[in-house]
């Protein structure tokens, strides 16, 4: 048979997500006082972003929190230019930051790069460009309440 | 069905000498199925047999085949049936699908797909060795070459870097031509004791290594600061393929490995891949390739098949790694695809969040 048939079908699946205390304590840091607030190892010192109970390198519980810097540089990053479905309209520019203070890279927007021309774009968001956070002014408590900026774009 | 008859035959066995099965099946979220390995079960003959689903991501089919050894190397079965299928191609949103493989409430906002995973692994290759996107698309263009002689290949044919070049970008500096395509396939493997190997096969192609590694889903943990491994280094893979060759006693991989078939899933990963397994040293693969080291006549054929470039129904895509090299030790390989003198193939499959790297090595009798 050459043409077969397809019949059209699709999974619609919601969640509650539980934030868990680690999650919370962040989240409503972000919100309440326009910080990111990082748990620090008690063994070896790793400040974690994203957040985490743990340290899964030494395999301990964590209580100890700092405050990291509002600067930070970029590990790697993408630009997206095409459309996927249930994910962010493009063109959107995305990269992991190494905040100040922080032992590993953070993955948020880079919103104020011009993305027209993708190999410009590419060239602005190098590795070790420095960039600052960027708070919004009404704060929800999730992830989107700050993205990153170039210092200098 | 298909898969698993071919396999049969090509054994010179029926489904009665077979005493368990193991199901290779990744997410069923591509098929659009739950719990795929119950409906089908009778299609792969596990009606009336002890019968088992592994899943480790892309990895799952050589996972999948390492449960295969463990079984026989148990000792409490002589033959082994490892199959799967996948229909990749049926899911209309793939990559929403593979979102969903990161945290829900600190990654997942931003769209990061396998796409853009392989993105950052370029970037960070790129800044750190200079690595060109030129230097990427060559192993497209060895990749869709090789698969012309591959009978089962998904996309295949003469393509040139600019080709590559001129493909649009899906997010940079990942073209569609260094993507893998979403395929439909099924893949098997038997596998026997070494009596009944003796017995029934001229030339069997035997397990000689199975390692497997996991590592972290944050990548942020794997650049700058207090990373312990880069994520332009494929440093778990290196980890698995040590392992795999100290059971292996392979000392001289570079010496001792004729052929490779490697779950590179993208031009940059086969790049990074290569170094991780001890073929060349890091930051050199891009120029290797280039000279002709990794293509079929070079020093090691790397994807004689294609690879996962030219064909990834993902569940069964690491389990046609391990098809694909016993099919070279054993010289039955489709003729312009068999590499000569095949002493070692190297398989590789890799999971998740680039985290979880699996390693097969099967050799002749020695
Ligand atoms: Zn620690």
């Known amino acids: ?68 810097g509002m600067e930070g540089t970029i590990q790697a990053f993408t630009v997206v230019p095409v459309k996927f479905e249930s994910l962010p309209d493009p063109p959107y520019a995305i990269a992991y930051v190494l905040l100040d203070g922080a032992g590993t890279a953070m993955v948020n927007f880079v919103k104020n790069v011009d993305l027209s021309d993708l190999r410009k774009a590419a060239k602005k968001l190098a590795i070790g460009k420095r960039v600052r956070v960027v708070f919004e002014k009404k704060r929800k408590g999730t992830i989107h309440d700050f993205h990153y900026e170039l210092l200098k774009p | 069905m298909q898969a698993a008859m071919a396999a049969l035959d090509d054994a010179g066995m029926t489904m009665e000498d077979i005493e368990a099965v193991v199901y290779s099946m990744a997410p069923s979220e591509f098929l659009g199925v739950n719990e795929p390995d119950r409906w089908c079960v009778d299609a792969v003959g596990g009606r009336g047999r002890p019968f088992m689903r592994i899943h480790t991501g892309g990895a799952t089919g050589i996972s999948a085949a390492h449960a295969g050894f463990y079984h026989v190397a148990s000792g409490l079965f002589d033959s082994v049936l490892v199959v799967g299928a996948d229909k990749v191609r049926e899911c209309r949103d793939s990559q929403q699908v593979l979102n969903t493989i990161w945290d829900p409430l600190f990654e997942r906002q931003f769209g ?96 000689k290594a199975c390692s497997e590694v996991a590592n972290t889903v944050f990548l942020g943990d794997q650049m ?114 068999q590499v000569r003198n095949v002493r070692h193939a190297v398989c590789t499959g890799e999971g998740g969040s680039f985290q979880f790297h699996a390693v097969m090595i099967l050799g002749d009798d020695d």
């Open chain 1, 1 to 68: 048979m050459k043409e077969m048939m397809t019949l059209k079908g699709g999974w619609n699946v919601k969640y509650n997500y539980a934030v868990g205390p680690t999650g919370t304590r962040f989240f409503k840091a972000l919100k309440g006082e326009a910080k990111i607030i990082a748990p620090k190892c008690p063994k070896c010192g790793l400040v974690m972003l994203p957040p985490r109970s743990f340290c899964e390198r030494c395999f301990v519980p964590i209580d100890e929190w700092v405050e990291v």
């Open chain 2, 112 to 207: 990061l797909t396998t796409i853009t995973m392989a993105a950052f692994q370029a970037v960070r290759h790129m800044q750190i060795y200079g690595t060109r996107e030129e230097r990427m698309a060559l192993v497209a263009v060895r990749s869709r070459g090789n698969a012309l002689n591959n009978p089962v290949a998904h996309l295949k044919g003469r393509i040139t870097v600019d080709d590559v070049m001129a493909s649009p970008y899906l997010c940079w500096p990942i073209k569609k031509y260094d993507t893998c395509p979403s395929s439909a396939g099924g893949a098997a493997v038997v596998i026997v004791s070494e009596e009944k190997a003796r017995k029934r096969c001229t030339r069997p192609a035997w397990i």
């Open chain 2, 224 to 337: 700058g600061g207090m990373a312990q491994m880069d994520f332009a280094d494929s440093d778990i893979l290196a980890m698995a393929a040590e392992e795999a060759y100290r059971q292996a006693g392979i000392r001289n991989p570079r010496r001792e490995i004729q052929t490779a078939e490697l779950y590179a899933p993208f031009t940059i990963c086969e790049l990074s891949m290569v170094e991780a397994l001890g073929f060349c040293r890091k930051g050199e693969s891009g120029r290797l390739n280039e000279e002709g080291f990794f293509s079929m006549d070079g020093g090691i054929a790397v994807n004689p098949s294609g690879g996962t470039l030219c064909a990834n129904a993902i569940a069964i895509t690491a389990l046609a790694r391990v098809c694909d090299g016993a099919l070279q030790v054993m010289g039955k390989a489709p003729s312009g695809m």
